[in-house]
């Protein structure tokens, strides 16, 4: 099945969600048969402060943390907004719709499904990885930061997570 076949869909919670809070969802959705690819959105959070009369100096915040997602450990650079997902098939996204109305009791969210990610390569992609890139990496790399895909290994429980999750920084006014 070419990349372009595979549905997409994008849950958007009503808030911000807690680094606490996206651990425990991104293992939830991880552990689902027929997840290929997860993309975080949400505004930055800088380490530093970027601009103003504090410009240079440390910007303390609790939510820029290191989580865990199925043993793999990162550091949250963001506060995640949206959580855009990359499915085997219709059936996963109602898996996903399930996991979701289970676990969003106290906020409400949205499931939109469309095309969030690039299927094909980009110039960037071209620049960042070459003529051969591999397809799980297409459309994921953001051209204003360093570091690439946060690789996370397949689920436990049987599921087929297709190893890539990346955290993008985007405006607040992305909705």
């Known amino acids: 099945m070419p990349d372009s076949a595979f549905p997409q869909c994008r849950i958007v919670?009503?808030?911000?969600?807690?680094?606490?809070?996206?651990?425990?969802?991104l293992t939830r959705i991880a552990g689902i048969p027929g997840v290929r690819r997860i993309v975080l959105n949400g505004p930055g959070l800088p380490a530093t402060?970027?601009?103003?009369?504090?410009?240079?100096?440390?910007?303390?915040?609790?939510?820029?943390?290191?989580?865990?997602?199925?043993?793999?450990?990162?550091?949250?650079?963001?506060?995640?907004?949206?959580?855009?997902?990359?499915?085997?098939?219709?059936?996963?996204?109602?898996?996903?719709?399930?996991l979701c109305d289970e676990f969003f009791t106290m906020m409400p969210y949205r499931l939109q499904t469309g095309r969030f990610m690039k299927s094909s390569p980009t110039m960037v992609d071209y620049a960042r990885y070459g003529p051969n890139a591999d397809g799980r990496v297409i459309g994921l790399s953001d051209p204003r930061k360093r570091d690439g895909p946060i690789i996370i290994p397949a689920a436990q429980s049987g599921g087929s997570l297709s190893d890539?999750?990346?955290?993008?920084?985007?405006?607040?006014?992305?909705?």
């Open 164 to 175: 890539n999750m990346q955290m993008e920084n985007t405006p607040d006014s992305f909705n």
């Open 49 to 98: 402060v970027p601009y103003g009369p504090a410009r240079g100096s440390a910007n303390p915040n609790t939510n820029r943390r290191t989580i865990q997602v199925c043993g793999a450990a990162f550091e949250m650079k963001i506060q995640t907004g949206t959580v855009t997902l990359e499915v085997e098939d219709e059936e996963t996204i109602r898996a996903v719709k399930a």
């Open 13 to 25: 919670p009503l808030r911000l969600l807690s680094p606490t809070t996206a651990e425990r969802l």
